[in-house]
């Protein structure tokens, strides 16, 4: 079974900090996606990276950051947290097959005050 | 206008009913097409692939026309296990994929 594993389940940061969440998968997956999930707006892509090192702008990437140093590892970063950055955070991985759905993480849920 | 488009429901069915979601996508140039399953509090799971020819799994049947643009997901013989939030998922192309919103269904005895 294609296994993602995000680090913390919960989470509550206070406005300013620097946040790391970090997804890690063990299928040798290619494709590696970081979304946020908000009620009525559905799952939005933040960043994307399809090889080590690699990484691509999603849909709203402002206030983020991220880095895939190692293959099976995909991490977001929350430069400096805000309110508005709380929310239900999913990663996700791939292979290169095409056609083939996403396998995601069981999600950080997080909170800023 | 969003890119992937759901009727948010809520769909609030009687165990053993027939219910329908329909999905509409925007880029005519999407690859492939699946819906997911979300149930409360936890993460997108694949129910199933979505092909031109329709295909079934169980009590679910998933269609797509690519003219109109719309997939649609059946469910015959509703459980109160089949309640959950089902999302439309369209591939853009390379995995580019993009959700809907969600669907939520409540099945009641």
């Known amino acids: 079974d294609v296994k993602v594993t995000q680090s913390s389940r919960y989470l509550v940061k206070r406005t300013g900090e620097k946040v790391f969440l970090e997804c890690v998968q063990d299928m040798d997956h290619e494709n590696m996606f970081w979304y946020r999930q908000d009620p009525g707006l559905g799952l939005r892509l933040i960043y994307f990276s399809y090889d080590v090192k690699m990484k691509e702008k999603g849909d709203i990437p402002e206030g983020y950051s991220v880095s895939r140093e190692k293959k099976e590892r995909f991490s977001l970063i929350l430069e400096s947290a805000s309110t508005n950055q709380t929310s239900m955070y999913l990663c996700?991985?791939?292979?290169?097959?095409?056609?083939?759905?996403?396998?995601f993480g069981s999600g950080t849920r997080l909170t800023v005050v | 206008r969003k890119e992937v488009e759901q009727d948010p429901g809520p769909f609030n069915v009687p165990e053993g009913a027939t219910v329908a979601f329909n999905c509409t996508y925007s880029n005519s140039a999407s690859q492939s097409f699946f819906w997911y399953r979300q149930d409360c509090r936890k993460e997108p799971k694949l129910l199933m692939s979505?092909?031109?020819s329709g295909n079934e799994d169980g009590r679910f049947t998933a269609q797509l026309n690519r003219a109109s643009q719309y997939i649609s997901l059946l469910i015959r013989d509703s459980k109160l296990s089949d309640s959950a939030t089902y999302l439309c998922?369209?591939?853009?192309?390379?995995?580019?994929?993009?959700f809907g919103a969600g669907t939520r269904l409540t099945v009641k005895p």
């Open positions: 996700a991985s791939s292979t290169n097959t095409g056609g083939v759905g996403y396998t």
């Open positions: 979505v092909y031109s």
């Open positions: 998922v369209v591939n853009r192309n390379n995995n580019d994929m993009r």
